[in-house]
């Protein structure tokens, strides 16, 4: 299969990001809006903000989803970027558990090393390091400060080819490579699994996890879109993707994270074989019509329609004389939000819990306050709209143990009130 260049320019392309057609066919126009997490002081709230195109895309040759715009990496994950993953305890849980499944499943060599690229605050890596393996991140924001300061060694860095023989010579061959939830926001995606490449040993794994488009298109995550997530994979693409860097996938997993993503992983050489449970998974795609285009004409009209039914209930509400405040601040709001047009008149606030990094910011475009969720327990409005809707069970109840009383409205996959 001849290379096809994925080391991406900034701005507009007209090329898919995996097979570089120029088969694509635009499925939503969200519109110009700011990165999701580019959050505002309350200073920056009369500057004028930057913001770029928003299109979702779909590739009529391999079937990548996309979107047709890159925006510099260093604008996205600037230093002060403010997701951190270990203050949730599910997905604590569930990244550490991580490496019990990698080493029982692969038989991972422990005595080498496991390294993660966008380790964020390291909690993954803690799994690791719990089943006794030399552990290194790689993290370009300051939250690699965090990481370190709780003895998880990490590089702040992008990762790269220059950063991956750097790690070999100090720290020797890794075992396996995990890429979670950062897989689908890479520009320079050629340089990255060449770096993972020369990175791991022979029969080394590479785990990423990404979000799955089939969940997205099923459940209606259009505010999953936004600038970070440059691709929205789904087999077809992401075997075609290993498969011109000499690497096998061999098993995929769906997973609950994050509304429902993919756990792919792939292996050096050609000389692997599918699993059966990848082999199904590609089945229910094409039974699903996952690479027909007129499934994605339809996604466009029911997210139409979803967003005009979530705007005509809060312009209701408001008539009614009701505050209706947000929960939760997860980036995707910033894509439900703008996209909707909901301002302050009709969601005053976003509550976040308590450690959030980003109580006392402003949301982009629409300038949302963010504050503690203990101003949501003291006004205990009718209604409040879940923004982590993807998380709503646990959450609600949750909250309902903290003394909320409020009716919480569902935005997606369609508009619901739960009492």
């Known amino acids: 299969m001849g290379i096809v260049n994925h080391d991406l320019p900034f701005g507009h392309i007209e090329f898919c990001q995996v097979c570089g057609s120029k088969n694509l066919e635009k499925i939503l126009d969200l519109g110009h809006q700011a990165p999701c997490d580019s959050l505002l002081t309350n200073r920056q709230l009369d500057e004028m903000e930057k913001t770029y195109p928003l299109h979702f895309v779909f590739c009529g040759d391999c079937g990548l989803a996309q979107i047709d715009y890159i925006v510099d990496p260093r604008i996205l994950f600037y230093s002060e970027y403010p997701y951190r993953s270990g203050i949730t305890k599910t997905l604590v849980d ?51 400060d965090l990481a370190n300061e709780r003895g998880v060694r990490t590089i702040k860095a992008f990762f790269g080819e ?14 396996v490579v ?13 340089e990255l699994i060449r770096g993972v490449s020369g990175l791991l040993v022979d029969d080394g ?59 792919v992983v792939a292996r050096k050489g050609r000389r692997w074989n599918k699993s059966a449970r990848l082999e199904k998974l590609l089945k229910e795609e094409e039974d699903c019509e996952l690479y027909n285009v007129n499934t994605f004409y339809g996604f466009r009209n029911r997210v139409m329609e979803a967003k005009s ?61 963010i ?42 996959p369609e508009v619901k009130i739960v009492k």
Not at 311 to 325: A, F, T, Y
């Open 94 to 144: 569930y990244l550490q558990a991580i490496a019990v499944s990698v080493v029982d499943s692969y038989k991972i060599d422990k005595n080498l090393l496991a390294v993660d690229i966008g380790s964020n605050d390291g909690t993954l890596l803690a799994g690791f390091q719990r089943v006794g393996m030399n552990v290194l991140g790689v993290e370009p924001t300051n939250i690699a």
């Open 162 to 175: 220059e950063i991956s023989t750097q790690i070999v010579k100090e720290y020797g061959k890794a075992s």
């Open 178 to 190: 995990t890429a979670t939830n950062m897989f689908a926001h890479v520009c320079n995606l050629g």
């Open 205 to 263: 794994v590479f785990l990423t996890e990404s979000h799955y488009l089939l969940d997205l298109v099923k459940t209606m995550q259009y505010d999953s879109i936004y600038h970070e997530h440059l691709k929205y994979y789904s087999l077809k693409p992401l075997i075609q993707l290993f498969d011109y860097y000499d690497f096998s996938v061999v098993d995929a997993e769906r997973i609950p994270n994050y509304g429902g993503s993919i756990r």
């Open 309 to 369: 039914d979530l705007r005509q209930l809060l312009v209701k509400l408001k008539s009614e004389g009701c505050q209706v405040p947000g929960v939760g601040c997860p980036g995707r709001s910033s894509t439900l939000i703008n996209y909707c047009n909901i301002d302050s008149e009709l969601m005053p606030y976003i509550a976040e819990q308590p450690t959030s990094l980003k109580i006392g910011m402003f949301l982009p475009g629409k300038h949302l306050p």
């Open 371 to 412: 504050v503690d969720e203990k101003r949501l327990f003291e006004d205990n409005p009718e209604y409040c709209v879940m923004l982590t809707w993807h998380y709503a069970e646990p959450i609600i109840k949750n909250l309902r143990n903290k003394g909320l009383k409020s009716k919480v409205i569902i935005p997606l």
